[in-house]
């Protein structure tokens, strides 16, 4: 039990992702739900925090300016701190060949746009609980809408 004067860590989530409006979507579902987030816009930028710092879990866009997603993704299991980091892939990208690439590069999730904001939350807490991550905080009542999101 935690102490009252301390506040469970809650799971922390980096959302990779240069739509502003997907990437604040992410945000809110998954803020609501407990997860503390980081988002970058960039793959550079991401990597750069991500091998320095990990989180318990990325969210990350295949298409991203400066260095592409798969690329990140590469990296990151490339790099012993950040191996067995639960990533879901985001994408537009729809060919069985890249499909088979990111899961070689082994993503927990594949998962192409448009998508239901309960299956990438469905899929992150599967990723987080096979992991041992902390689960995050209590569900607030607002949080229960889902919702779907267009192509980016």
């Known amino acids: 039990m935690t102490p009252a004067n ?3 860590v809650r799971a922390h989530i980096a959302i990779v992702e240069d739509d502003d409006h997907l990437a604040l979507m992410l945000h809110y579902n998954l803020t609501t739900r407990g997860f503390a ?3 970058f816009k960039d793959g550079i930028e991401a990597l750069a925090s991500l091998t320095s710092a990990p989180p318990d879990a990325v969210v990350l866009d295949w298409q991203l300016p400066r260095l592409s997603g798969i690329e990140v993704l590469r990296h990151l299991r490339a790099t012993p701190a950040t191996a067995e980091l ?9 060919l069985p060949e890249e499909r088979v690439r990111a899961i070689a590069l082994r993503v927990e999730a594949f998962i192409t746009k448009p998508f239901s904001v309960s299956d990438v ?11 041992g991550a902390q689960e995050p905080g209590p569900v607030m009542p607002s949080a229960r809408r889902e919702g779907g999101i267009g192509c980016g």
Request: no cysteine.
């Open 6 to 8: 301390e506040m469970p």
């Open 121 to 131: 939350l469905d899929r992150l807490m599967r990723a987080l609980a096979g992991r």
């Open 37 to 39: 987030i980081t988002r």
């Open 86 to 94: 639960p990533i879901l892939m985001l994408t537009g990208r729809t």
